[in-house]
């Protein structure tokens, strides 16, 4: 715990050197905890996610990773007692000060779930939904079009559009809540584990069709998979849990870098260890 | 080695036949259980329609379109029950069903604490608990003389409308709808409750993840998405509205004399069954069993277009 502390400063500068990219942050975390009741989920995040690149989270199950990629759209609001501390840049704002609306936030931040939602309405009003609700003025049809075609699943159900949305395979039904995401033309996409629930072949498409969206957005993954973080992502973060004073686990993050570098030559003994075991 | 591992198995694998039977015989009897429940049904259904055989031939059609109910001529006919059950569960059920529903987004949302909203339920469940009788009483003494001044504004008012057209007589088809509307809450709101809780909390966030505000997330997501289990719940409290006996008869008037207005004494099919078994013999009693059959039917057809619908709405 006081290792942790004490290291906290030193670590998040050398992160910041390791990940400084020629491009600019998106989203910037400031000493970032989460509290679930009393106890802290997640402690004291630095971080900054680039713009157009792929950042995956990885590490163990209640390391908190899940938690920060809510975060991101203050999706944790809707969980009763948590309560966040610490600051979420985003375009010069902080997230989390009370004149943010977290329903203007999540109309720019989208985010794809674990396990695929389509709304139980047609594959057509799944995507309009959105757009709708959000006020857009353009061509519903056309939006349509080109958000399935994005998700590249225009082909499979351009003769079906007025099929409910949960007649789709399951791998289908994920990429129309990608589809449904991007329809928003959010800055960021959020993946919750987007692969967990799919069987290979469709893993393979999502992560073909995140490989394409990156061009257009900034995307964060949360993976339970090392594969996957080495295929899809550019940067990758490690985070870890650890038993506080109390026996409470909470997560923090270990180490942020380049993939190659998390995989191939990490800083940090509990990443090699951890990357190590579950890919090498 | 792999040989006596598997023989060691199915030794243990084997059942004794005193399990197989004992597995068969429960087997069967919940098949017979199932099956008596079910048979019930029909032997009620037989019942009734053997009893009513004679009166079924004597009026055939015309007593459904008659409405004179006149023991002393022998001439009966329930047009007027059936308008008076028809109308009387239809204004229970425009004003349940809002109520019932606001009541289930409430119980089922997080707007209130979670102690709060579980006292809540409790007492609405407790609705369906008080005796029909009682509903009845507090009609004749509580909501009649409150509806009143209400009855008479409408009338005034609205009196070329044909559904005010008599003066407010107490005792009338308004405060047996409002009985009924009180009666039927608790059922509507339950099932309307539980389809909404039992959405999966996924559709939530997922709306949420749209930046949908709670309305549209409440409005546009979540109750079509429950649409069916609520209207489920409304064909059922139909049904019961339908069938009620005690408290309407307390406060409809049991006037059977076929008057449009809802200010007016009417009568139901279960109330004209209530007041007159007793005493009725011959003629009037296959009639009133005629009258039953009816009631049945008309039940039973709100029951299938309730299943018809929820299949079609199905989303889950």
């Known amino acids: 715990m006081s290792a942790l502390e004490r290291n906290q400063e030193d670590r998040s500068d050398r992160q910041q050197q390791n990940t400084e990219q020629n491009s600019e942050a998106v989203l910037q975390t400031e000493d970032l905890t989460v509290y679930y009741g009393k106890f802290a989920a997640l402690r004291g995040v630095f971080m900054k996610i680039f713009k157009n690149k792929i950042t995956a989270f990885v590490g163990p199950s209640g390391c908190g990773k899940s938690t920060l990629l809510r975060c991101f759209n203050r999706l944790n609001d809707l969980i009763d007692g948590c309560r966040v501390e610490g600051k979420v840049i985003y375009r010069n704002k902080n997230l989390y000060s009370k004149k943010i609306d977290p329903v203007e936030v999540r109309r720019r931040i989208g985010m794809v779930f674990q396990k695929p939602n389509p709304f139980p309405k047609s594959i057509y009003e799944n995507i309009a939904y959105g757009a709708r609700i959000n006020g857009y003025k353009g061509d519903l049809d056309e939006l349509v079009e080109r958000s399935l075609q994005q998700a590249a699943l225009w082909d499979e159900v351009k003769d079906k559009l007025k099929d409910n949305g949960l007649s789709l395979s399951g791998g289908q039904q994920q990429r129309l809540c990608i589809a449904r995401a991007v329809a928003l033309k959010p800055d960021v996409v959020l993946m919750d584990e987007p692969c967990s629930s799919l069987d290979p072949v469709s893993t393979g498409k999502i992560e073909d069709l995140i490989h394409q969206l990156k061009q257009n957005y900034t995307i964060i993954i949360v993976t339970h998979n090392m594969q996957q973080a080495v295929r899809v992502s550019d940067l990758t973060a490690f985070f870890n849990a650890e038993e506080g004073e109390k026996g409470n686990r909470f997560g923090y993050l270990v180490e942020y870098d380049k993939t190659e570098k998390i995989f191939e030559n990490p800083q940090e003994e509990a990443t090699r260890e951890y990357v190590g075991g579950r890919f090498g | ?316």
Not at chain 2, 42 to 60: M, N
Not at chain 2, 172 to 193: D, E, F
Not at chain 2, 220 to 246: K, N, Q
């Open chain 2, 1 to 316: 080695m792999t040989a006596a591992l598997g023989d060691s198995q199915a030794d243990n694998a084997k059942r004794s036949s005193t399990e197989k039977n004992l597995d068969n015989s429960f087997i069967w009897l919940t098949r017979i259980f199932a099956i008596g429940v079910a048979g019930v049904l029909i032997w009620i259904a037989v019942q009734v329609g053997i009893q009513s055989r004679r009166a079924i031939q004597e009026f055939g059609w015309s007593f459904w379109t008659n409405s004179a109910w006149n023991p002393v001529e022998q001439q009966y006919g329930v047009l007027p029950m059936i308008y008076g059950t028809i109308v009387s569960s239809l204004i229970a059920l425009l004003i349940a069903f809002p109520i019932g529903v606001a009541c289930a987004i409430v119980l089922s949302e997080n707007f209130l604490p979670l102690s709060v909203r579980r006292t809540l339920i409790f007492m609405v469940e407790l609705l369906a608990a008080i005796p029909s009788v009682v509903y009845g009483l507090w009609g004749i003494y509580v909501l009649i003389p409150f509806l009143k001044p209400i009855g008479s504004w409408l009338h005034d008012n609205f009196g070329w409308i044909p559904l005010f057209a008599t003066p407010y007589a107490g005792p009338g088809m308004l405060p047996a709808g409002l009985i009924l509307s009180i009666m039927i809450l608790p059922i509507l709101t339950a099932i309307a409750r539980d389809s909404l809780a039992s959405l999966p909390s996924d559709l939530r966030t997922g709306s949420y993840a749209v930046g949908s505000t709670r309305w549209q997330t409440i409005f546009s997501v979540l109750i079509p998405a429950a649409f069916s289990g609520i209207v489920g719940g409304t064909m059922l409290a139909l049904g019961r509205a339908l069938g009620e006996t005690m408290a309407v008869t307390l406060v409809i008037g049991n006037s059977n004399e076929l008057q449009l207005s809802v200010l007016a004494p009417a009568n139901t099919i279960a109330s004209l069954l209530a007041n007159q078994f007793a005493e009725a013999k011959g003629l009037q009693e296959d009639s009133l069993m005629y009258a039953g059959l009816i009631l049945f039917a008309i039940t039973l057809v709100v029951n299938i277009l309730a299943e018809a619908i929820v299949q079609k709405v199905k989303k889950y």
